[in-house]
């Protein structure tokens, strides 16, 4: 693998006006196909195939196809002025015209409901609400059709009614790129710090904006045909703008080092794409095989968009090992800093006694002399820190997660208010037979009994499809959707639905938002465990060929568990207990989303095993070469211990970035992988790992002779650059080819 990328490294680095023209030719096809694409990132429903709830949704889809479920809808509250009842005739004239204003707002409405006939009014007089629905699906909707709706709502609001909506009618929220913007302008601070050049800086900056430009791009281009979701950008954004800043970082350090080191600079940039450039590869693939590896979910949105982060991932990857070293070919000299470009190479006494050991190197030795002390206090804060996660709820985002200056949790807060905390987290019982004779006693008898559940605010009649064979029955919870008793309904509802069934033959589901809740949580409770044995298992066999070594996998691995727990944990008492929520812009506090956690996992996962990877590499590189094994651990804080530092810290700028963002699932997803990051990189790999390999010393490195045997060999280390690849002596290019002539 390094004599490999040796090579590429210096074919980039001779050739670099061609592998600059072939990446703008990347950008530029991908670029173009996203210009031509007709698509816009969508906010469609979670299919979850194989859960009741969804069953229920493709039993109404198929037999009820006049209800149109894929059109968009809305739903649009009103309420009397104060002393006032919406029956009164000036509040119910003001209602009429508002009707009015919906049907003529768009030729695509299908048809609006008047709250009256509909006896969608409240006991009390007060609000009613009109359900809106359409022939087009809410990604065909306009600007414009968007515009006539708001201004129907405004008009009545005008004439003293206070008027609400939500639904996916609605113009979507707007996004801007400003976490981007903040992530990029952290990172960028962080790369002048480390490196003291801009040049240098800047090389990690524009790799990533190429590489996320592709990435973004290429996702634009097939949202259409898709179907995907704004979160898929969202993610791959993150990821990308992540990843490829700290990719690139890990080679132009390297190629820093090979420079100090007395190599010329092609060389030393064919060196650090081989070393530096290996451990990137690898890295990069244990991300890969953690994002794909959500497909066991087999939740489309969510393969989806690991699918799209493994992709950003891959493009982050092959921008590393190309154009880093043929940006690196543009200004070789002044990539290594003010008055560092020409300093000869100083011998390791003058080194040791002229400067001070980094902060890295003195915070190693520190570790090393008292290993089991700094073991069991990293162990045991990380383990207080994740105890909230066992405390976590899942759940899926409705309108009461929205922030409560939006229409939709005003819609939202208006309907708890007037008809009921279970209002808003209706339940639908989706009974069907090939005979509608036993589809009408099914329903009789669920609905009785149904009826008479003590949580039960209300039971609709049943709708039948034109042949009889199917109904649709709404059941009213008296809880809200959120609540213990709410859960408890569905699951009494599904067994007496199975008694139905052995009694009449009839099948009988339970849908709706709290039901699919409901199922969505046991998909991925069930989901957790096969997909934490395949990760692990495959990422244990590659660091197995990274290492050469069981023992610092399993560390690895058990490395991770104790970040990712408690990156849950915090994120548990932050999102869901609302601890601190002010300090992050949270309004509400709630359940998690259901995706998030394992969402988490993945890229986590990949994280923590891209810090494994860049940092003990550089130990067992040391080790390799001779050195003894806390000898190995100090160089290799040395070397890497800065970078680690300043790759975690753009991770967590980035990631951070996002918790702005009003996205429910991004923001927490942002934060918790900002505190994962945080605690795996100066906790797990820069506290616990040389701890743990300061206890094991010579055993962490050693691997059955057998097994020794029939591994591949990888050299991630480098071991064969120094007599396997010949250096011909060639004039590295000069600076003033990167200087615009006056």
Known sequence: MATFLHRIGRAAFKRRWLTLLLWAVVLGIAGAAAAGSSGSSSNSNITLPGIEAQKAYDVLGEKFPAANADGASARVVVRAPDGEKLADSGPRAEVSS?????????????????????????????????????????????????????????????????????????????????????????????????????IAAGMPLLTALIGVGVTMSAITALTAALDLSSSTSALAAMLGIAVGIDYALFIVS??????????????????????????????????????????????????????AGAGAVVVAVLVAITLVPALLAFAPDRALGRGSSRKPARTKTTATTALKPPAAERWAAFVLRRPWKVLL????????????????????????????????????????????????????????????????????????????????????????????????????????????????LVHTIRDL????????????????????????????????????????GLAFLVLILVFRSILVPIKAALGFLLSVLASLGAVVAVFQWGWFKDLFGLQTAGPIMSLMPILLVGIVFGLAMDYQVFLVTR?????????????????????????????????????????????????????????????????????????????????????????????????????????????????????????PTR
Do not use: C
């Open 98 to 198: 508002l009707l009015k204003g919906l049907k003529t707002s768009s030729p695509r409405v299908a048809s609006v409901a008047d709250p009256f006939a509909a006896k969608t009014i409240s006991a009390d007089g007060t609000t009613g609400y009109a359900q809106v629905t359409y022939k087009a699906k809410a990604a065909d909707l306009t600007d414009a059709d968007h515009k006539r709706v708001d201004d129907a709502l405004d008009a009545a609001r005008d004439q003293g009614l206070t008027v609400e909506a939500s639904g996916s009618a609605l113009a979507p929220a707007e996004s801007g790129s400003s976490s981007e913007a903040l992530g990029f302008v952290l990172a960028a601070l962080i790369l002048v710090i480390t490196f003291g050049s801009f």
């Open 254 to 307: 390297r190629y820093r080092s090979e420079r100090a080191a007395g190599h010329d600079a092609r060389e030393a940039a064919a060196r650090a794409n081989g070393t530096a450039g290996s451990a990137v590869v690898f890295a990069g693939l244990t991300v890969v095989i953690a994002l794909v590896g959500l497909a066991v979910v087999n939740l489309p949105v969510l393969t989806a968009m690991g699918v």
């Open 377 to 488: 206090f990293s162990v045991l804060g990380l383990g207080v820190i994740a105890l909230p996660a066992t405390r976590l709820e899942l759940g899926l985002p409705d309108d009461g997660s929205k922030p409560t200056a939006t229409t939709e949790r005003k819609a939202y807060d208006m309907l708890t208010e007037s008809f009921g905390p279970g209002f808003n987290g209706p339940l639908t019982l989706v009974v069907s037979d090939s005979d509608p004779a036993a589809t009408k006693t099914a329903v009789g008898q669920l609905t009785d009994h149904v009826a008479d559940l003590k949580d039960v605010a209300a039971v609709t009649p049943a709708t039948y499809n034109p042949a009889g064979d199917t109904a649709m029955v709404t059941v009213v919870p008296k809880s809200s959707p959120a609540s213990e008793q709410t859960n408890d």
């Open 497 to 536: 639905a199975q008694g139905v069934r052995t009694a009449t033959g009839a099948q009988a589901l339970v849908s709706g938002t709290t039901a699919m809740n409901i199922d969505v949580a046991a998909k991925f409770s069930a989901a957790m465990f096969p997909y934490l044995a395949l990760v692990v």
């Open 619 to 739: 130990i067992r590189e040391a080790y390799v070469h001779g050195a003894e094994p806390r000898a190995a651990i100090t160089e290799g804080f040395r070397h890497s211990g800065k970078v680690v530092i300043a790759a975690a810290l753009i991770m967590t700028g980035v990631f951070g970035g996002f918790v702005g963002g009003d996205d429910a699932m991004i923001k927490s997803l942002g934060f918790g992988l900002a505190v994962a990051v945080i605690f795996d990189a100066f906790v797990v790999r820069m506290t616990i790992v040389p701890a743990v390999l300061a206890l094991l010393g010579q055993r962490a490195w050693s691997l059955p002779g057998w097994l020794d045997r029939r591994l591949p060999h990888v050299d991630i280390e480098g071991e064969k650059l120094g007599s396997a690849i010949p250096v011909p002596h060639e004039p590295a290019p000069r600076d003033a080819d990167f200087t």
